[in-house]
């Protein structure tokens, strides 16, 4: 269904100085509302000829009772205890959740969506791909007036609600912690640079080494695709350079458990030749040997928040205004870095 | 949408003696059917007031190139892989995938089912809950003619195609395995007893007992509700019997890391004092210490091949008929059994 240009409540919002929330519950005539802002929104509405946008309605009005949900990847422990949170949520207040995986392609993003509104879902949650860098589509939903919000892998360029966890201050907090137990040469392995995560990563870390008075140009950040074999090949090269780190925070548990494969065929001990850490506590962290200190993402909590969030929004109870939820890490010490008992 | 008893194809085809596949095709005035055959099949739908499912048809011929796939969890890997499997065939072959999660519900189940329907989904993938004991929600799905084709947790008594692996060989591979390093006391710890897997890998842990000349009477079988806390009192049961076990084979990997933690605790040297092994190959498996030895069940492939048989039948490639496909297991033997090396 392609269409052209349709006025949207956010525009007529900008023009009136007005929240998007206030527009449009003066175009629904909500006797909360003082009635000179009422007709200010709908004498607006008029002359820029606005048309409400009657499937968003009817949707609004005849629910299905259906949520959906589009992750990057299944096989992740994060996106499937996202999900659990979302689903538990869902459940306990009567909707069922329809899921999606885009396999971080742009495109399968685009026909999930396709397929999540043509089934008449009631509102969408969304993280996005890897490969998404243009939110074309995401702006369209937004103009059809599909309610959805964003969690973990998200864009601030459309003004919806997002849910994230403070990235930042878990890279932070554990390259800290990797400081604290002596170590002077923290390495970091970050993922793809253009990854909101990678940013953020590297921001925590290098916060660190300046409170310990290491400058970024004294920081040691190696790339890696990700790849198990790029993985091994970045621990490698750790190990053969002369002046050796003796601590390595790897950006996510998946990236620190090759690296310490490597480590213990070279027989480098750890903590006590280098210390290691990750990000993420995925199952396997705390049964490897020694077992990995990581940063611990609330996966379930930021389902349960993104789905009660947009519940609420289609109840009415919260706002339709963007909210930015910012959920807290929690660092796990475990014996990969603990030197002293 | 509730109604009285429909007239199916399948009771048609068993009033005649035919399959299935033949009364459908008859029906649909197939050129491939000898006229005799056609007359015969029409004749009994008449006498029988066989209404054709308008709803199914409609499916059948418009399309929404969306398959629905049903799964009891999404936080096992297992799972995920299968999904995989089933979502890179679709792809290929132009469709999309919608997955819903059953949370081992009976009850999400049949919600589950509704949805997916409701969304016009061209045909279902169903992986049935822990729960599933009564059959009806599926038995109205295939009376309505839609499509669908069961994997991994199936039931034979609706009659349509089933891809599973062979849990019972996989089981006898492992048990033999554990037989042949030297073991005489090997120890089985199955799940609940119900669970079709459970009955399936004690079969193939009893048949190898029996080549070993042990007696079921002699065989030692412990049941887990597959919980932490109780994975952990069972190994701490078999450490403190008189005539302790000098292997002990877990149903799924992560019972078996759960009694690896039990025995480091407490000193009990693997493999040497006990062997163990477990059922699935989990990505932790390989980098626990000792590894483990495991059984590789192919859930990517499983997915692939029932992705492909249900949009073969879609497509008319194949035939509506049920089918059964049963995957083969591989052993990978790891540290954790390997006595001599």
Known sequence: MKR????????????????????????????????????????????MNYQPNLLAQSLRISRSKVLGVIVPELTSHFFSSNISGIQDTAYKRGYNVMICQSNESYVQEISNIKILVASQVDGLLISLSRETKNYQHLQDLYDRGIPFIMFDRVTEEIPVSRVTVDDANGAYQVTKHL????????????????????????????????????????????????????????????????????????????LAIDVMLV??????????????????????????????????QPGYEMGKI???????????IA???????????????????LKKK
């Open 306 to 316: 993104a789905a009660n969030h947009l519940l609420d929004q289609l109840d009415e």
């Open 179 to 254: 400081l604290e137990q002596g170590c002077k040469k923290v390495a970091f392995i970050s993922g793809p640079q253009d990854l909101y995560i990678s940013k953020k990563r590297k921001e925590g870390y290098l916060k660190a080494l300046v409170e310990f008075g290491i400058t970024e140009a004294e920081s040691r950040v190696y790339i890696s695709d990700l790849k198990e074999e790029t993985n091994k090949q970045i621990a490698k090269q750790i190990l053969e350079e002369a002046d050796r780190a003796d601590a390595i925070f790897a950006m996510i548990d998946p």
């Open 4 to 47: 052209g240009h349709q006025v949207t409540m956010k525009e007529i919002a900008k023009k009136l100085g007005l929240s998007v929330s206030t527009v449009s519950r003066a175009l629904k005539d909500s006797p909360e509302l003082h009635p000179e802002t009422k007709l200010k929104v709908v004498e607006m509405a008029k002359s």
């Open 263 to 296: 480590l213990k065929e070279h027989g480098v001990r750890i903590p006590e030749d280098i210390a290691l850490a990750g990000f993420t506590n995925n199952p396997t962290s705390s049964v490897v040997e020694p077992s990995l200190t990581t940063v611990v």
């Open 319 to 337: 706002s339709d205004d963007p909210q930015s939820f910012i959920l807290d890490t929690t660092l796990i010490a475990r014996n990969s870095t």
